[in-house]
């Protein structure tokens, strides 16, 4: 049997390569990194998540749930490395991000059927079967290659990561331990605003001085992921109602709620870095230095990152794709991973996932159909697929992506809970058609 080449070993090219490898197909799994860098990367592991360490809501019945426990079912290997290095993280399923990469690097390391190849591939294969997943920082060459293969202008936007700090140097003095509501223990540290501290917060912020973009760069910024700067620009109070809301949280000191707060999470186990939840941004690392220092709790503040502007590449894939993920044009080509056109790190998986299924079937002659349109993943392929391509942007998994009921649900409890019923049932008839032959 030929072995499956995959494009790229992030979230989405490690679990398609496992994916195979659990249904006996081998593969190439090409990663340019450490001989190429990039913008946003720091180590040469697969799979290194750089935005954030949070794999997002394990609340029930909650839509980020629903896909992880579908993904679970269908033995993703990085939600079981997930599992392994989880750290507290309120509600979400947070990782030491470390351990994380570490974790998947060894499994397709140690796996038979998987060979690694650190180097990039700067074309796609002119036959056999292909996954692409070079992901939102696609080299240009390969992005040109692409290009020419779907005869598609390339499409990208832009995304950005959130500072990190040094633990030790936060003011616990000022800063308290909390999760909204009392809800996950006290898994965050929360930095209080008083009216006129957010005031100058804000004031700093949106007059501080952005990197330039180059005059070819066309800036566009994904919703679900905006620049705090950005999102302050809408109003003064637009970032109370948003990642600086301080609903659920009391101030020990005072008794009372904040005006605001600015959360911080833990990067790993030994809680000795924190992530500004929700500050991604692209200012100058200097503007940086001197407004997050306007934080209660932060004014002495040793940055181990500074937040960063990255370009991210994705296909028009209602445009491109069929619901294999496979290319219309070449069907013998798959995508997965926010190159695909989804967004956020479950969904990645999620896609790398599907499309290893896919392009094992491909292989070995079998049939294969997308799970059904009532379960998370289902619903996240007809959305990258059926879109309108005029206005297509990347997505999240929501259940605004999954069908509605019929008859409808007034009650939105009720009506979550018959669509993860709905979801995992349907899961399971997928799953049956596609057991791997044995586990990897």
Not at 57 to 74: G, I, M, N, T, Y
Request: charged share 25%.
């Amino acid at each position: 049997m030929k072995r499956v080449t995959i494009i790229g070993g992030g979230l989405a090219g490690a679990e398609a390569a496992w994916q195979l490898a659990s249904r006996g197909v081998p593969s190439h799994l090409f990663e340019m990194r450490p001989a190429a860098a990039t913008p946003a990367h720091r180590t040469g592991d697969l799979a290194e998540l750089v935005c954030s360490n949070s794999l997002k809501s394990e609340q029930p019945q909650s839509a980020p749930w629903l896909l992880k426990q579908e993904l679970r079912r269908l033995g993703s290997l990085l939600l079981r490395v997930a599992a392994d290095c989880a750290v507290p993280g309120g509600q979400a399923l947070v990782v030491d991000r470390e351990r994380f990469a570490a974790g998947v690097t060894a499994a397709i390391a140690e796996n038979g059927l998987i060979e690694l190849r650190r180097e990039e591939l700067r074309e796609l294969p002119e036959d056999g079967i292909t996954i692409v997943a070079s992901g939102p920082l696609t080299s240009d060459a390969l992005a040109a290659s692409i290009q020419r293969a779907t005869g598609s202008d390339r499409l990208f936007f832009y995304d950005s990561i959130s500072p990190i700090v040094d633990a030790e140097t936060v003011d616990r003095t000022r800063a308290f331990p909390a999760s909204r509501y009392g809800k996950g223990g006290e898994d965050y540290w929360n930095c209080p605003f008083s009216r006129e501290e957010y005031d100058r917060f804000y004031d700093a912020l949106t007059t501080a001085e952005s990197y330039p973009l180059h005059e070819f760069e066309e800036c566009r910024f994904f919703e679900a992921c905006l620049p705090i700067e950005e999102l302050a620009r809408r109003g003064r109070d637009t970032l109370r109602f948003g990642p600086m809301k301080p609903v659920g949280l009391i101030d020990p000191r005072t008794g009372r709620r904040p005006w605001a707060v600015v959360q911080l999470r833990a990067e790993n186990l030994r809680a000795d870095s924190f992530n500004l939840v929700g500050f991604q941004n692209h200012l100058k690392f200097g503007e940086q230095a001197r407004i997050l220092r306007l934080i209660p709790g932060l004014e002495n503040a040793a940055f181990l990152r500074y937040g960063q502007i990255h370009r991210n590449t994705y296909i028009n894939a209602p445009q491109l794709l069929d619901a294999r993920l496979a290319l219309k044009r070449r069907p013998e080509i798959f995508f997965a991973g926010q190159i695909s056109g989804v967004e956020g790190y479950v969904e990645s998986i999620a896609t790398g996932l599907l499309a290893g299924i896919a392009a094992a079937a491909a292989a070995c002659g079998g049939d294969y159909a997308p799970p059904e349109r009532a379960t998370a993943l289902g619903s996240l392929v007809h959305y990258v697929t059926q879109s309108d391509a005029k206005h297509y942007q990347p997505a999240n998994i929501t259940f605004d992506l999954l069908p509605p009921l019929e008859p409808p649900v007034r009650d939105r409890a009720t009506r979550r809970e018959t669509q993860c019923r709905l979801a995992l049932d349907a899961l399971e008839r997928f799953a049956r058609a596609h057991e791997p032959a044995f586990a990897a």
